[in-house]
Structures are given as structure tokens and as C-alpha cells.
């Protein structure tokens, strides 16, 4: 198991960047598949990046060219680089992370941290 904690969440304006770190606790950090999700109050999860132990990366539409996910293993630590913000991009941020490839499988991401909210204003 392992344990999952987010940080870097705020307010910003929209066109602003933001950079949400999540730091893992396990001695075996770099054999987990790890991403990002968000939720919106009312609206469905939505995975926005996920990163193998590989390093093949998957984004959502909504992101691309925008977002962009990466690891440290040395560190047990994922990031996720947020630039361009817009309004629908406010949500709670999840960091997630399962031991099977969630990159074609989103859905193997069962462990997840508590979440770090991220406010976009005009």
C-alpha cells in the first residue's frame, strides 16, 4: 500500500500555471503507475494524466498541451505542471497510483491521496 500526499493547489487567474507535487510514502515508489485526477462538484472524475513506470504518459483532451504530468522516483514524488488555467479546470486534484498499467487503465488507480483544490477566476 502506499500513502499519497498532494500539495501546491490555489487560487489563480485564469491563464495563470500552477504545480501540484505529490509526495509518496513506500519503499517501492517507482513500480507504481501514478496520475492525476480531478472532480468538480456535480461533475463525473475525470483522469487528466497518467504516468507508468516507463515513463508513457497519457493525458485528457481537456489538458493536452497544457498539462503535464512527471515523476521523481529518487524523491517518491509526482508533479503535475499546470499551465494555461482555465475556469472548467477548477476542481479538486487528486494524486493517484496502482501497481498495474494504468495508463491504458485509469481505472487501476486505487490508492489516492485526499486532494488539493485548485480555484480558477476570470
Known amino acids: 500500500q502506499v500513502s499519497l500526499v498532494e500539495s501546491g493547489g490555489g487560487s489563480v487567474q485564469s491563464g495563470g500555471s500552477l504545480r501540484l507535487s505529490c509526495a509518496a510514502s513506500?519503499?517501492?515508489?517507482?513500480?507504481?503507475?501514478m496520475g492525476w485526477f480531478r472532480q468538480a462538484p456535480g461533475k463525473e472524475r475525470e483522469t487528466v494524466a497518467t504516468?507508468?513506470?516507463?515513463?508513457?504518459?497519457n493525458y485528457a483532451d481537456s489538458v493536452k498541451g497544457r498539462f503535464t504530468v512527471s515523476r521523481d522516483n529518487a524523491v517518491n514524488t509526482l508533479y503535475l505542471q499546470m499551465n494555461s488555467l482555465k475556469l472548467e479546470d477548477t476542481a479538486m486534484y487528486y494524486c493517484?497510483?496502482?501497481?498495474?498499467?494504468?495508463?491504458?487503465?485509469?481505472?487501476?488507480?486505487?490508492?489516492r491521496g485526499q486532494g488539493t483544490q485548485v480555484t480558477v477566476s476570470s
Open positions: 493517484a497510483a496502482g501497481l498495474v498499467d494504468c495508463v491504458s487503465f485509469p481505472r487501476a488507480l486505487i490508492y
Open positions: 513506500t519503499l517501492t515508489y517507482s513500480r507504481y503507475c
Open positions: 504516468m507508468a513506470r516507463t515513463g508513457n504518459t
